[in-house]
């Protein structure tokens, strides 16, 4: 199936959210410098010790929250044209 170049850049934006939205949960997990307390059900121990490694997961942590917000206003603009322009997209998500 040959795609136009607006689908290219559809179907590479959404590969780029879940891939940044995947950081961002492992580099959250990853620079916590405590146990992680799951509503006092579950706790789970601080998954590193070394003060370095966890400042550079913080740092990546942070940036990849910028880029994911900058990528969902992107998605939100794009899904507001489509609607404005009669492609009714999210007429097709409801069940």
Same mark, same amino acid.
């Given at each position: 199936?040959?795609?136009?170049?607006?689908?290219?850049?559809?179907?590479?934006?959404?590969?780029?959210?879940?891939?940044?939205?995947?950081?961002?949960?492992?580099? #959250?997990? @990853? @620079?916590?410098?405590?146990?992680?307390?799951?509503?006092?059900?579950?706790?789970?121990? +601080?998954?590193?010790?070394? +003060? #370095?490694?966890? +400042?550079?997961?913080?740092?990546?942590?942070?940036?990849?929250?910028?880029?994911?917000?900058?990528?969902?206003?992107?998605? @939100?603009? +794009?899904?507001?044209?489509?609607?404005?322009? #009669?492609?009714?997209?999210?007429?097709? @998500?409801?069940?």
């Amino acid at each position: 199936m040959l795609r136009t170049p607006a689908q290219w850049t559809a179907f590479w934006v959404h590969k780029c959210m879940y891939l940044v939205t995947g950081v961002v949960l492992t580099s #959250g997990v @990853m @620079m916590m410098d405590r146990a992680i307390n799951v509503f006092d059900v579950l706790s789970i121990p +601080a998954p590193l010790e070394s +003060a #370095g490694l966890i +400042a550079v997961f913080k740092k990546i942590h942070d940036v990849s929250c910028v880029v994911l917000a900058v990528l969902v206003v992107l998605h @939100m603009g +794009a899904v507001i044209r489509h609607e404005v322009s #009669g492609h009714r997209i999210l007429r097709r @998500m409801l069940w």
